[in-house]
Every structure is written in C-alpha cells, then in structure tokens.
C-alpha cells in the first residue's frame, strides 16, 4: 500500500492581513474573540487568550461565527408586507419610508394610550437600552427573553442570597471538592463550565450530574442521577432532612449571615402573622440561650436557632430556622419516601448527603487570608466550604422551579458554602440587597400620554403594594406580570403576548414590537394556535386582532413572515454592543468586568443596528432622554453615541472601564469621548481586580462592601443578610388570608396562599398532577447541544453538519416494550397536541422520560433553507405539544402553564403518550421567502472565495 503525500499548505502570512478583537454573540458566554481579516474579508475566528470569559477557548458555535455573519438567510432591506401574514409577501422599502411608519404610528399610540405599544425582546443582549426605552416611551408593556428562560433561577436567587447561578456567580473553580450540576445543558456557561470542569477534573474533585439525561457535562460527570423531571426540589429536600438529622449544617454562618435566628410573629388569624418580629426601630429580633428577646447581631448577644419567645406585646415568636426544620425534619421528605418519585434510591440519598457533609466540614480548607466583616470582626484567615452547586433551565423550567431554586440556595446556605472558599461565589454587581430595591413601574396613575415612566417597567416587588393592578385586581401589563398571577414576574412574561394581545386581554392593544423573538415558532409554547391567533381577523371589522406588528431580526426567521414592517438587523460581526454592568456583565468571582461589540466589517446590505434604529425612532418620536432641550437628538452618533455618554445617575454609565476625561476613572466618572477606543485598544474589554481580602464572604465582608459601593455597585456599604425565609412572601399570603388594602380577587386567593410560602417546600409540576398518568405516562424534554443556541445555530452551514435533524431519544428498556427501534417513526402524543419523529434509542436517560434537541426542526421556507433540508423534512419541534394554558380549573379560568410565583414558562411539564407509527405527519405548508433575499445557494462554499480572490504576491 503507498502511503499518500500531505497535501501542500502554503503557510506564508499574506501582507493584506488584519486582526480585530470583539466579543462574540453566538451564545450568551459572551467569550473574546479575535477575527482574522484578508484581503478585508472575515478570513477566521479565533478565541481571544487575554479575554477574561474564555481566555482564549472558543467553541463549536463561536468559530462558526463567520457562516452566520455570511448566512443566506440575512435579511437585506426593510420590508412591509403586502399580502396575508404568513405567506412571506412584501415588498422592499427605504428605511425613510420604514422609519416614517413607526414613528407615525408610535407617536400616535403615545399621545393617547402608551400601553398600547408592547416591546418585547428576545435573546437580546442589550437590555440595558430596551427596557430604557420602553420607560422613556411611557409603556409598561416590556420584557425580555428571561420570562421563559431562567427567572425562576433568578428571582429565587435574588429573593434568598441576593446573587444567583448562570450569570451572577460561579464555583470556587480553584477549591471546590464536591459540585453538584442540576438540570444543566452544554449550551449554558460554555467555555467557562469547560474550563473549569477541566481544572476540577485535573484536581481530583467529585462531579455530580443530577439530571435526567447523560449528555454533556453530565457524561463527563463522575456519578450521573438521572432524576424524574421536576423533582430536583424533593431530592435537594431529602438531602436538607439527612443533613438536620445529622446535625451537619454551618450553624455560626447561619446565625452571623442569614436570618435564621430571626425571629417569626406566630399569631395566627392577625395581621403580622408570619412576620419578622421588629424593635421600634425596625431592626428584627433574636432569642438568646438566657431567654431574653434582643435585636439582632447584638454583638454582646449570642441568639439561639430554636425556642419559643414571648414578645414585649405577649405574642409569640419563634427562630425562622425552628421553623425551617420542622419541615424538613417531617417524614414527607424521608429518602424513602421520595425515592419513588425521584427515581433516586433511599440509599443514595444518603450517601450523597453523606458526601456534602463531608467535602464541606472535613476539608480543612483554609486561606490565609485575614479579612474583617461587617461587624468589625477580625479574621485571620478564610475557612472554606468546598462544596459548590451549579443549576439552569432543566431546575428554571418547571412550574415549581422557583422553590426549587430556593430549596437548592437553602442547601447552600446550611453548609455556609455560598462565597466561601470552595463554594458558589458572587460574581460583581452581585451581591445586591434582598430584593434589589428597583420596583416595576407601571401602576395606573403612572401611565400618561406623551409622558414617561416614573421607572424601568421591570423591577422586584415586596408587598401587593407594589404590583401592577387595577383597583379590582386585574392586571395592568398586556403580559399579566405583576398581578396576582405572576407577581414576582422579575423579567416579564413575553411567552404570554401573543395570547394576550390576541384576546385583548386585559386590553387591546395596538402595536406589537418585537426584536429577535421567533414567537412563531421554537420561542412559542402551542406553536400551531399561536400561529392562528397571529393571523387571525375580528369577525366585524376584518381587520387583525393584533393590529400591527413589526419585527426585527438579522436572519428570515420564521417570525418575519408574520410581520407588518420588518427593520433588517446587522449581524453581530457589523456593529456595536454593549455587555453592561448594567445589565448582564462578563465579570468573574473576583473582579468586575464589561465588553463592548465593535464592527469588525460595513454591511454590504440595506440594513441596520437594531439599537440604532431604536434610538432614531426615539429621537424621532422626541422621547424624553432621547433629545435635548431643544428637540435635537441627544445620541446623534446613535448606539456608539449612547453607549458613551448616556448616565443612569451621575457618573454611571453603560460601561465601567477608562470614565473620566482623561480616562482615570474605574465604574464612576464622568463620561469619556474616547472610551471606545481604550476598549478597543484592549481587546473591547475592561476588568477591575477585586482586592484579595475583599473576594469572600463578599456579603458581610467589610472591605468587598466598600470597594461595591465606591464602584457604584452598592447605594451603601451595608451586609446582605441571606433570607432562609422570605417575609416578602409572607405578605402576599396574608393579603390573600383578608389583610391589608391590596388583596387579590377572591379566584387568586387559594393559590397565593398555596404558592407563596416563605419557606420553600415542593409541589408536583402543575400539567404532571393534571393530566392523567395513564394516558401520558412520559415526561417529554428538550435542551440545547453544545453547537447550537437557540434557533441560531440551524441556519449556519458549518454548524448544521453537526445537527442538520434532530431525533427523539427513548431508553432502551422503553422502546423495547413498543416494538420500536432506531429510526421508526413514532407519535409523540400530549393532551394539547400531536407530533411525529423518528426515535433513536440510548442509555443515559431517566426511563421514564424522552427528549430531543431544540430548535433544530425549522419550517419548510424559513432561514432561506431548501425545502428539503432535513430539518424542514426530519426535524421536528417539542413546542407544538407544549400549551401555553393549563387545562381548566374551578369556574373554568386557565390559568398560564407558568411557575405561579414568577410566571416563567414551564416548558419542562410535558406529559405524552409514545407509539410507533408508519409514516410521519405532512409538514406545516412552506413560508414564502421574503422578497430581496439572496438566490439559495446549492452549495455554501467559503474558503473558494480567498483562493479566487487572493492577490498575487511575492514568493
């Protein structure tokens, strides 16, 4: 056999060679990238090993970023349409004449009723600018992507410890011994999850995937349980009771940093039953070991967890932990107990239990570190907890996530792991007050013609005082959040617009304004009804129920199709962004840290930044902070502009790095003109070093609590006391028992009551407990692969030979006992809908649960695919089976299929039946391609184009 020769490689750097750094946008990592120019094409992409996200790593996704910026399917010109919604007619128009439409009509809307106007954001990473906007327009109808994505994890967070998973913190990735994964896809944290599971694995610390599929992370994990869906919450509480009755818990952290000790009002049937008992000066209350009743972090005190005390006023009180064991301690929790529903057997239970206790008490970690909190301690080192946990959608998207999140913080909060060394650490902003003290506006008096919000129109409420309803209770927000339905409905519920919009319900509205949210098809629960409701016309007038509708996107999604106006975006690769402090920043455990975008080439196409062009419609519409006194634009160099000089309170702006007129500020100072480029001179990223005795126990850590407030991230250096019980919650439930002058409508009043417990406990996902078990006896899943994001990723040429269909995955034993075997087509059956998909068989799933990949199946005619691309012909969507309602209580209300405290989409609560069947069903009809899109290439070829194009040069 002759052994072939390589083929040759001319390796010689070109002269017409440029590198630019950015920051990619193919997932929401937000990771450093350089991208390799020749000849002023993008030639590759590479990671940027400065940057602190990802230090040079660069996934699947982000090396494909040159095939979505070259993507087929960009959008090239505005366009308005011209035929029935849905069938893709249009005619290309100038952005004069598109910009002239809007504003027309939003100024209109405006000038009479500015809840009128919905704006809502998909996966947007600029919402820093839109929810702004909508506030300066005068509407409350805004939200973005997180609704049904992860506010479950957010709120719960915020609500218990002030900080959260995902973006807001991160293991101890240089000490943690024992991490513990709940319910985490590969597309969440990418890089940064790699890199660190990659030093724990070199380390020799124990990985624990709870989760009820084996892919990814959890393949890689040293031991997998694999979890009935929706039960994450009962097994973190079988693990609490072992731990009380065990007596493994931090009782000195939980006395000095929470608010365990405090004391709880038992006086049924009053007012402040179940609230913290308070001094006259409002500090809360403890009980010592001599009986007597005192404030709080006394230092001349030492409160005891347990006990009955008599307040000043003859009522009793007892210590919020007392409260907090009782529960868990009950028998409803014993591993035995849970073991059926878990899928976890008693004895793992147990030992895993067993474990925590262990890494996190036996460790001996120990930094020397000298530190003082906030009570003037001194320190002379760091003692660690080197437990870590890290959760995501697979906890988040559940109708009972939010409990189970807090459940997940309290496990936390007994072994005093949070920013202890070895355990989960804030990231900067973070920590904030519990809850950051920002509340939505939007009340009634609050919303005027032609005047703006008194506030941002999402925020964190209290008490009912600060929800947004009507006199009798209704909703004021198109989306319902804030009301009693979703009260702490922390990012808005945009899965509900289209429904609501639809049915005027709580009103009609005019105009449905929406960018990067493809609500017709993967970001839409009852895709088949929300397609209907989009099309659908009012019987007298003719006309639609949803009025009008623009849309803006870079790509022919299948939501363009549905558009009234369609403003054409750039791609990431063509414009500025801004990764905010603001918003959701690129900060690390022990420094804070923003990004910008920057455009690395000009659009060959009529199109625009999306921020951009909202800013115009702004200046034009003569927004408040969008003009000068005189009516001129205040941005006239629009986004870049904005990102500079625009201040949320004097001397914070957008970006934290090079502030001052001569760039010598860090987070606070004045504007500065040049601040761009210093961001551009290094690598578009800033990063400000956390001084090393300020970078644990940031929440009663002295030093971190006045380096937060000079930076702006803190109003006051005061502690962050953990909330083992949340009084906020108590006082919906005693609204809903009759107290107080803001109480719900007496159809909401059993489930406050229900939901809004300040003790987190679990309950069974609301469509699990609904539906009969016999006749959909499996749970149906679907997460994102590690090279793909959203719907993004299954339009781009490189990527889609990773994932061009996707497959449901069924356990073995199950496909078994069907007759079905890999490939067969199968129906997947849920009491809302029907889908077909071919099966394929495996090992690593929870038996009674089958799944498949996201946002792969796509609709004939959408993204400029072929109609016979595989994932118009094989793909399929999980979505069609998901209702947006659950099916009909007492008296008929439907309420959403939501998370009742947050609102957030329970998209992981599908129950099916699964069959084989012979053939599959026929495909929805393809859409129409939207006019001036590029001929559909039959092959997708880059490099040819340098070879073609390459100049001659010099041997």
Known sequence: MTAQAEPHSDTRPHRNTQTVTTTCYMCACRCGIRVHLQDGQIRYIDGNPDHPVNKGVLCAKGSAGIMQHLSPARLTAPLKRVGPRGTGQFVTISWDEALATVTERLGRIRATDPRRLALYTGRDQSQALTGWWASQFGTPNYAAHGGFCSVNMAAAGLYTFGGSFWEFGEPDWEHTRYFLLFGVAEDHGSNPLKIGLAKLRARGAKIVSINPIRTGYSAIADEWLGIRPGTDGLLVASLIRELLRAQKIDTDTLTQTSNAAWLVIDAPGTADDGLIARDDRGHPLTLDAAGTVGPAFDPARTPVLGGTAMLADGRQAVPAFQLTAARFLDDRYAPETVAAETGIDAATIRRIAAELADAAFSSGLELPVPWTDWQGTHHETMVGRPVSMHAMRGVSAHSNGFHTCRLIHLLQMLLGTIDAPGGFRYKPPYPKPIPPAVKPAGKPAGVVPNWPLSGPPLGFPTAP????????????????????????????????????????????????????????????????????????????????????????????????????????????????????????????????????????????????????????????????????????????????????????????????????????????????????????????????????????????????????????????????????????????????????????????????????????????????????????????????????????????????????????????????????????????????????????????????????????????????????????????????????????????????????????????????????????????????????????????GYGSWFRKNRKKEPA
């Open 465 to 940: 005082e600060d929800l947004l309803v009507e006199r009798d209770g209704r909703p004021c927000r198109l989306d319902k959040a804030y009301s009693w339905e979703a009260p702490l409905a922390a990012h808005g519920l945009m899965h509900l617009v289209i429904r609501n919009a639809w049915a005027g319900d709580p009103y009609p509205i005019d105009t449905l304004f929406m960018f990067m949210a493809n609500m017709s098809w993967n970001s839409s629960m009852a895709v088949g009804e929300t397609l209907r409701m989009l099309t659908d016309k009012d019987a007298t007038t003719g006309e639609y129920r949803i009025p009008f509708l623009i849309y803006s996107d870079a790509y022919a999604s299948e939501m363009v199709a549905y558009a009234d106006i369609v403003l054409p975006d750039t791609t990431y690769l063509e414009r500025h962004d801004c990764i905010s402090l603001l918003d959701r920043p690129i900060s690390d455990a022990d420094g804070a840290a923003d990004s910008i975008r920057r455009p690395v080439v000009a659009p060959d196409r009529d199109v625009r930044p999306f921020q951009d062009v909202l800013i115009e419609i702004g200046a034009r519409l003569k927004l408040p902070g969008l003009v000068t006194d005189d009516g001129s634009p205040r941005y006239p160099g629009l986004y870049p502009d904005y990102m500079v000089h625009h201040e949320r309170k004097p001397g914070q702006g957008l970006l934290a790095g090079w502030r001052g007129a001569q760039a010598e500020c860090e987070a606070l100072g004045p504007p500065n003109p040049y601040q761009l480029d210093a961001y551009m001179a290094n690598g578009c990223f800033w990063r400000g070093e956390i001084p090393e005795d300020a970078r644990y126990f940031k929440h009663v850590n002295q030093a971190y609590l006045d380096w937060a407030t000079d930076m702006g991230f803190l109003d006051r250096p005061e502690p962050v006391i953990h909330q083992l019980y949340a009084e906020s919650l108590q006082r919906f439930r005693l609204a809903a028992a009759g107290h107080g002058l803001i109480q719900p409508p007496d159809e909401h009043r059993q489930r406050i009551a229900t939901y809004f417990d300040p003790l987190p406990f679990w309950y069974p996902p609301f469509e699990v407990d609904a539906v009969d078990a016999a006749a959909y006896p499996l749970h149906a899943l679907t997460q994102r692969p590690m090279a793909m994001y959203h719907a993004w990723g299954s339009q781009n040429a490189w990527l889609r030979q990773i994932h061009g269909e996707n497959r449901l995955y069924v356990a073995r034993p199950r496909a078994a006992a069907l007759g079905i075997r890999d490939d067969d087509w199968v129906r997947l059956t849920s009491h809302h809908g029907t889908i077909t998909a071919q099966a394929r068989l495996m090992e690593g799933v929870n038996p009674d649960t089958v799944w498949t990949w996201n946002a792969i199946g796509k609709r004939a005619g959408a993204w400029n695919l072929a109609p016979d691309a595989p994932e118009a012909t094989r793909g399929f969507l999980m979505n069609h089976l998901i209702s947006d309602l659950l099916p009909a209580r007492e008296g008929g209300y439907r309420y959403a299929n939501a998370d009742p405290v947050t609102g957030q989409a329970a998209w992981y609560d599908l129950k099916v039946r699964l069959e084989k069947v012979a053939a599959p069903d026929a495909p929805l009809p393809a859409l129409g391609l939207p006019r001036g899109q590029p001929a559909r290439p039959t092959t997708l």
